[in-house]
C-alpha cells in the first residue's frame, strides 16, 4: 500500500508529532508499504529525518521561504486593510494522490491553521485524507468562525487519531 504522511509542523525542526509519524512510516516499509513524508524545509535537515529517509521512507522537503513570505504578505495586507486569499499549499496535489491511497495529516496542535488549508484542498480535490492529533491547548478559546473552519476540516477527514483519550476529550470542548 501507499501512504503519505504530511506534517504540519513549521514551528521546530523536529517535535513530537513527527516522532510519532516517523515511527509507524518506517515500521510500515518494514513491512512492505511504499511510504512518502511531506516535511517543511530547514536551513539544517534534522537527524532523524535523514535516519527515517535511510529506513525506506521517501522524503519531500516543502519550501519554507514561501511560507515566511506569505505570513509577511498577509501580515502587510491585514494592516492596511487589504485582503490576500489564502492560496492552496505549495502542494503538488495531483501527483501525490496519483501515488498514494491513504494520504495522513500530522498536526502538531489541533487548531494548526496550515491543517485547515491542506484539508480544504485535499477536499476540493475529492482526495480522502486522515489526521493524526498530538497536542491539544486545554485553554484555548477560539472564535466561531475558526471553529467552523476546524470542524469543516476535521469533518472531511475519514478518521481523526489522537494520542489519548484526553486529548480527545479537550478537543471536543473546544470546538463545541
Not at 45 to 54: F, G, L, N, Q, S
Request: proline letters at 4%.
Amino acid at each position: 500500500m501507499k501512504l503519505l504522511f504530511i506534517s504540519t509542523n513549521d514551528h521546530v525542526p523536529w517535535g513530537g508529532s513527527e516522532v510519532l509519524w516517523s515511527k509507524v512510516a518506517v515500521a510500515l516499509v518494514a513491512s512492505g508499504h511504499n511510504v512518502m513524508a511531506s516535511l517543511q524545509r530547514w536551513p539544517e535537515e534534522p537527524k532523524p529525518v535523514a535516519e527515517v529517509r535511510t529506513k525506506g521512507v521517501q522524503i519531500h522537503l516543502r519550501s519554507r521561504d514561501k511560507l515566511v513570505y506569505t505570513r509577511v504578505l498577509r501580515t502587510w495586507n491585514a494592516f492596511r486593510g487589504g485582503y490576500l486569499p489564502r492560496n492552496t499549499p505549495t502542494t503538488n496535489w495531483r501527483h501525490w494522490s496519483s501515488f498514494v491511497r491513504i494520504m495522513v495529516l500530522s498536526l502538531g496542535s489541533h487548531v494548526d491553521g496550515k491543517f485547515v488549508r491542506f484539508a480544504r484542498a485535499l477536499q476540493d480535490r475529492s482526495i480522502s485524507y486522515d489526521a493524526i492529533v498530538q497536542l491539544v491547548h486545554p485553554f484555548l478559546v477560539l472564535s466561531d468562525e475558526e471553529a467552523d473552519r476546524l470542524l469543516e476540516a476535521y469533518s472531511g477527514a475519514r478518521h481523526v487519531v489522537f494520542v489519548s483519550d484526553q486529548n480527545r476529550e479537550t478537543h471536543r470542548c473546544t470546538l463545541r
